[in-house]
C-alpha cells in the first residue's frame, strides 16, 4: 500500500475518533436550531395579502374586467379582413369577345372557369341605437366593481388578521395568568402542608388546598391548547407551514380615543366597499337599461371592399382585373314579438332592485358602526373598572396570606382571592381584546385602509 492512501485512511480514522467525543446534546442542539419568524401586526398583514387565495384570484378578476374593456372598445374600430379563394368552375359565362376595347376585363364580373379572387373588406357599424356605447361603459364600470371587490377583501383579510393576531395575544396573556394562578396555589398548599405537619394547619385545609391545585390545573391546560387552536388558524392565513415556529411581536394594550359615531358614519358613507359596490350596480343598471332600448332603434352599417381576380395569376394585379364596392346598409326592426319590451322591463326591475339593495346595505351600515361603537364603549368601561380592581385583589390577596399566617383569616379566604385576583385579570384582558377587536370591526365598516400596528 502506497504512503498517500495511508494519509487518507488516517485522517478518516481521526475524524471518526473525534467525533465520539463530541456530545450528542450537542449535535442534536445544532440539528434542532430552527430559525423562528416573528410577525408584528402590519408584517402579519402584508403576508396574509401576498398569500390570500381570495385575494389572488380577485386580482386575477380585474385583468379579465380589462380585456373586456379592450373588448368593448373594439366594436367602435373599423374590421379589416383580407381574403384569398380558388374556384374551379364547370362552365363560366364570358364576356370577353363582346367588350374587347374595355378597360376592365368583364370576367371580373361575370367569373372564370379557374377563379382566382383575393379580396380587402372594411366594416364599420355607424350606428346601432347605443348598444355599443352601454356596453363600453357596463364595462369600465365593471372594472371599477372588481377593484372595489378587491379593496373587500383585503379588509375582510385585514380584519381577520388582527382578530387572530389580537386573540393569540390574548391567549398568551391567559396562559400567564392561569399559570400563575397554578404557581400560587402550589405554594399555598407546601405552606398549608407544611403548617399541617407542625400541627397549626387542618387536615381540611390541606385537602381544600390541594383540591383548589387540581382544579386550575384543567385551565392551564385550556390556555396551552387555545394558543395552538388560534395559531394554526393564524398560520393557515398567512400560507405558513403548520410545522414552523412564528412568533408574534407586541403586547395587549390599546390607546381608548373618542368615540364619533356621526363622523365614522360619514366615513362609511364615503368609503365602505359594499355601498360604493351598490352605488356600481345601480350605474350598471341604468346602462343596461339603454343597452336594452337600443332594440327600439335602427341599425346603420357601411362596407367596402376591393378585391383582384383573375384565371390567371401572373396578370391578377394589374388593372383590368380590379374592382371595388361601397355600400351602406341601415335596418330597423318593425315587431321583435316584445323582445325589446321584456328586455328594457327586466333593465328597469333590475335597476329598482338595485337601489332597494343599496338602501338595505346602507342600514346594515349604520347598525354595524353603531354596535362596534358599542362595544368599544363597554369594553373600555371594563377595562377601567378591572386596571383598578387589579390592585384592590393583589391586596386583598396579600392580607389573606398574612391572616392565614397569623389565624386571623381562614384558607378559604386565601383560595377566594387567588381566584379573584385570577378573574380580574382575566376580565381585564378580555376587556382590552374586545375593544381591540370592536376598533378593527369599525375600521372595516368605514373601509379605512389603515393596516399600521397597534400600540
Same mark, same amino acid.
Given at each position: 500500500?502506497?504512503? #498517500?492512501?495511508?494519509?487518507?485512511?488516517?485522517?478518516?480514522?481521526?475524524?471518526?475518533?473525534?467525533?465520539?467525543?463530541?456530545?450528542?446534546?450537542?449535535?442534536?442542539?445544532?440539528?434542532?436550531?430552527?430559525?423562528?419568524?416573528?410577525?408584528?401586526? $402590519?408584517?402579519?398583514?402584508?403576508?396574509?395579502?401576498?398569500?390570500?387565495?381570495?385575494?389572488?384570484?380577485?386580482?386575477?378578476?380585474?385583468?379579465?374586467?380589462?380585456?373586456?374593456?379592450? +373588448?368593448?372598445?373594439?366594436?367602435?374600430?373599423?374590421?379589416?379582413?383580407?381574403?384569398?379563394?380558388?374556384?374551379?368552375?364547370?362552365?363560366?359565362?364570358?364576356?370577353?369577345?363582346?367588350?374587347?376595347?374595355? #378597360?376592365?376585363?368583364?370576367?371580373?364580373?361575370?367569373?372564370?372557369?379557374?377563379?382566382?379572387?383575393?379580396?380587402?373588406?372594411?366594416?364599420?357599424?355607424?350606428?346601432?341605437?347605443?348598444?355599443?356605447?352601454?356596453?363600453?361603459?357596463?364595462?369600465?364600470?365593471?372594472?371599477?366593481?372588481?377593484?372595489?371587490?378587491?379593496?373587500?377583501?383585503?379588509?375582510?383579510?385585514?380584519?381577520?388578521?388582527?382578530?387572530?393576531?389580537?386573540?393569540?395575544?390574548?391567549?398568551?396573556?391567559?396562559? &400567564?395568568?392561569?399559570?400563575?394562578?397554578?404557581?400560587?396555589?402550589?405554594?399555598?398548599?407546601?405552606?398549608?402542608?407544611?403548617?399541617?405537619?407542625?400541627?397549626?394547619?387542618?387536615?381540611?385545609?390541606?385537602?381544600?388546598?390541594?383540591?383548589?391545585?387540581?382544579?386550575?390545573?384543567?385551565?392551564?391546560? &385550556?390556555?396551552?391548547?387555545?394558543?395552538?387552536?388560534?395559531?394554526?388558524?393564524?398560520?393557515?392565513?398567512?400560507?405558513?407551514?403548520?410545522?414552523?415556529?412564528?412568533?408574534?411581536?407586541?403586547?395587549?394594550?390599546?390607546?381608548?380615543?373618542?368615540? $364619533?359615531?356621526?363622523?365614522?358614519? $360619514?366615513? %362609511?358613507?364615503?368609503?365602505?366597499?359594499?355601498?360604493?359596490?351598490?352605488?356600481?350596480?345601480?350605474?350598471?343598471?341604468?346602462?343596461?337599461?339603454?343597452?336594452?332600448?337600443?332594440?327600439?332603434?335602427?341599425?346603420?352599417?357601411?362596407?367596402?371592399?376591393?378585391?383582384? &381576380?383573375?384565371?390567371?395569376?401572373?396578370?391578377?394585379?394589374?388593372?383590368?382585373?380590379?374592382?371595388?364596392?361601397?355600400?351602406?346598409?341601415?335596418?330597423?326592426?318593425?315587431?321583435?314579438?316584445?323582445?325589446?319590451?321584456?328586455?328594457?322591463?327586466?333593465?328597469?326591475? $333590475?335597476?329598482?332592485?338595485?337601489?332597494?339593495?343599496?338602501?338595505?346595505?346602507?342600514?346594515?351600515?349604520?347598525?354595524?358602526?353603531?354596535?362596534?361603537?358599542?362595544?368599544?364603549?363597554?369594553?373600555?368601561?371594563?377595562?377601567?373598572?378591572?386596571?383598578?380592581?387589579?390592585?384592590?385583589?393583589?391586596?386583598?390577596?396579600?392580607?389573606?396570606?398574612?391572616?392565614?399566617?397569623?389565624?386571623?383569616?381562614?384558607?378559604?379566604?386565601?383560595?377566594?382571592?387567588?381566584?379573584?385576583?385570577?378573574?380580574?385579570?382575566?376580565?381585564?384582558?378580555? +376587556?382590552?381584546?374586545?375593544?381591540?377587536? %370592536?376598533?378593527?370591526?369599525?375600521?372595516?365598516?368605514?373601509?379605512?385602509?389603515?393596516?399600521?400596528?397597534? #400600540?
Amino acid at each position: 500500500m502506497t504512503e #498517500k492512501p495511508i494519509k487518507y485512511i488516517s485522517a478518516i480514522l481521526l475524524c471518526l475518533s473525534l467525533s465520539l467525543f463530541v456530545p450528542a446534546s450537542a449535535l442534536s442542539e445544532e440539528i434542532s436550531t430552527v430559525s423562528v419568524r416573528e410577525f408584528s401586526l $402590519k408584517e402579519a398583514i402584508d403576508t396574509a395579502f401576498r398569500t390570500n387565495k381570495d385575494i389572488q384570484i380577485q386580482e386575477e378578476a380585474i385583468g379579465i374586467a380589462k380585456a373586456d374593456i379592450l +373588448g368593448a372598445k373594439s366594436a367602435f374600430w373599423p374590421k379589416l379582413s383580407a381574403k384569398y379563394g380558388y374556384t374551379y368552375n364547370g362552365f363560366a359565362f364570358n364576356l370577353g369577345a363582346i367588350a374587347q376595347n374595355s #378597360k376592365k376585363d368583364p370576367g371580373i364580373f361575370s367569373g372564370y372557369q379557374s377563379d382566382n379572387l383575393a379580396s380587402v373588406t372594411v366594416n364599420e357599424t355607424i350606428y346601432n341605437g347605443g348598444a355599443d356605447i352601454a356596453v363600453l361603459k357596463e364595462t369600465r364600470l365593471g372594472l371599477k366593481v372588481q377593484e372595489e371587490t378587491l379593496r373587500a377583501r383585503k379588509l375582510d383579510v385585514a380584519f381577520e388578521t388582527k382578530r387572530l393576531y389580537y386573540g393569540l395575544l390574548l391567549a398568551y396573556e391567559t396562559e &400567564r395568568i392561569t399559570e400563575n394562578l397554578l404557581h400560587q396555589a402550589k405554594a399555598h398548599y407546601a405552606d398549608v402542608k407544611s403548617k399541617f405537619e407542625q400541627g397549626t394547619s387542618s387536615k381540611f385545609d390541606v385537602l381544600q388546598s390541594s383540591v383548589q391545585v387540581s382544579k386550575v390545573m384543567p385551565e392551564v391546560v &385550556r390556555a396551552k391548547n387555545s394558543i395552538q387552536l388560534i395559531m394554526v388558524e393564524f398560520k393557515k392565513l398567512l400560507g405558513i407551514n403548520m410545522f414552523d415556529d412564528i412568533k408574534i411581536k407586541g403586547r395587549l394594550a390599546y390607546t381608548p380615543s373618542e368615540i $364619533k359615531e356621526a363622523d365614522y358614519l $360619514k366615513e %362609511a358613507y364615503k368609503a365602505n366597499p359594499q355601498i360604493i359596490l351598490k352605488l356600481l350596480g345601480i350605474d350598471i343598471s341604468k346602462w343596461q337599461i339603454e343597452y336594452a332600448k337600443s332594440g327600439y332603434y335602427p341599425q346603420v352599417d357601411a362596407s367596402f371592399g376591393y378585391n383582384y &381576380r383573375s384565371n390567371n395569376l401572373n396578370t391578377m394585379f394589374d388593372y383590368r382585373h380590379t374592382n371595388w364596392a361601397a355600400g351602406v346598409s341601415v335596418g330597423l326592426s318593425i315587431f321583435d314579438g316584445m323582445s325589446t319590451k321584456s328586455k328594457v322591463d327586466a333593465a328597469k326591475a $333590475k335597476y329598482s332592485q338595485s337601489t332597494i339593495e343599496k338602501e338595505n346595505v346602507t342600514d346594515q351600515v349604520v347598525v354595524d358602526i353603531k354596535n362596534a361603537c358599542l362595544d368599544m364603549k363597554e369594553a373600555d368601561a371594563i377595562v377601567i373598572s378591572q386596571r383598578d380592581a387589579i390592585v384592590e385583589a393583589k391586596d386583598a390577596l396579600r392580607i389573606a396570606e398574612i391572616g392565614y399566617d397569623n389565624g386571623v383569616t381562614t384558607n378559604l379566604d386565601v383560595l377566594d382571592t387567588q381566584v379573584s385576583l385570577s378573574q380580574v385579570e382575566k376580565n381585564l384582558s378580555e +376587556g382590552i381584546y374586545d375593544y381591540l377587536v %370592536a376598533r378593527a370591526q369599525l375600521d372595516r365598516v368605514m373601509g379605512r385602509e389603515s393596516y399600521a400596528e397597534e #400600540k
